[in-house]
């Protein structure tokens, strides 16, 4: 005999896995795109410079150094 409890927890857990997943997938669409466009990078500089900076921390982490000095530089040139 079932309890009816257990239809209610298993769409609760269904509802929380698929939300985990569309956030694990959105931050890996969000980092591949920074990863590939400076023009992005800058756009999330304007709106989002928290998020941005996690980005650079992380890829420092992995050992790619200079990213965030490139991009300083040439935002830094087209603003004259």
Do not use: H
Not at 18 to 38: C, D, H, P, R, W
Not at 59 to 66: A, K, L, T
């Amino acid at each position: 005999m079932a309890r009816s409890g257990e239809p209610m927890a298993k769409k609760i857990f269904k509802g929380v896995l698929v939300a985990e997943l569309m956030g694990i997938f959105g931050a890996y669409y969000l980092f591949k795109k920074m990863n590939t466009s400076q023009e992005f990078r800058e756009t999330m500089n304007k709106k989002f410079p928290y998020i941005l900076e996690v980005y650079y921390k992380s890829i420092e982490q992995s050992g790619m150094y200079g990213v965030r000095e490139q991009d300083q530089k040439k935002w830094l040139e087209s603003k004259d």
